[in-house]
């Protein structure tokens, strides 16, 4: 069965630098998102994406964040300046449709940011 | 806004047992709902969905869950749980937005 595929599993990075998480949604699907876990806390919608461009954001989701699907098979979202509050889990996910389609979203195994 | 409510945080079910676990949530029309399972250091894995229709629907591993609309509720439920069914368990709404809101997630633990 075709997966969503995240990269790399784990990412450590020192406070105020830049970071890029990766994702490969699954290949038919047309919408893609990203979520954040923080540890013991519930799972969070940062911002999907259709056409490229942002389709919809939360308000987690500022002017830190940005989000690019730089060829025909990656999806990938950018912290800049990152801060200790941004360590998480980040999932990505794709659905062949859009909101209200009947049609689910699938998650990849996620990324753990760990800021120190 | 849509929100969902997953009032147990653990719970603890012993092998071979039944298990219900509770979600409500909170949406102006009819959501889409949809329960998510998530095993230690994986993703999140669908294990099943309602969009419409038979309020009753099945899912993976075993798994059947109930819309009632009247309790705003979407309750998990499984006859026999097996050992591997320990994981955190997470229940979401879609409304008319891109964006599925979770609950808090209940932690299930197997007891032999």
């Known amino acids: 069965e075709p997966e969503v595929t995240q990269t790399p599993s784990h990412q450590v990075t020192q406070m105020g630098q830049e970071v890029i998480l990766r994702c490969v949604p699954i290949?038919?699907?047309?919408?893609f998102y990203w979520y954040r876990q923080i540890l013991g806390q519930k799972v969070e919608f940062l911002v999907s994406f259709y056409n490229n461009e942002i389709s919809e954001k939360s308000e987690i989701f500022d002017d830190q964040f940005s989000v690019e699907r730089p060829d025909g098979s990656n999806f990938t979202l950018k912290i800049r300046s990152t801060k200790l509050e941004d360590s998480a889990m980040y999932f990505c996910?794709?659905?062949?449709?859009?909101?209200?389609?009947?049609?689910?979203?699938?998650f990849g195994d996620g990324t753990r940011l760990s800021i120190l | 806004a849509q929100s969902v409510t997953q009032p147990d945080i653990h719970i603890t079910v012993s092998e071979g047992a039944s298990l219900e676990l509770r979600c409500n949530y909170s949406?102006?029309?009819?959501?889409?709902l949809f329960w998510y399972v998530q095993s230690p250091g994986q993703g999140l894995q669908l294990l099943l969905k309602?969009?419409?229709?038979?309020?009753l629907v099945q899912g993976i591993k075993g798994f059947e869950a109930e819309f009632k609309r009247s309790q705003s509720s979407f309750n998990l439920r499984k006859p026999s749980v097996h050992w591997s069914d320990a994981a955190e368990y997470f229940c979401a709404v879609q409304g008319g937005a891109d964006g599925l809101t979770f609950g808090k997630g209940t932690h299930l633990i197997i007891q032999p």
């Open positions: 949406y102006g029309a009819t959501p889409y």
């Open positions: 290949s038919n699907h047309l919408y």
């Open positions: 996910a794709s659905s062949p449709q859009g909101a209200r389609s009947n049609q689910p979203q699938h």
């Open positions: 309602y969009f419409s229709g038979d309020t």
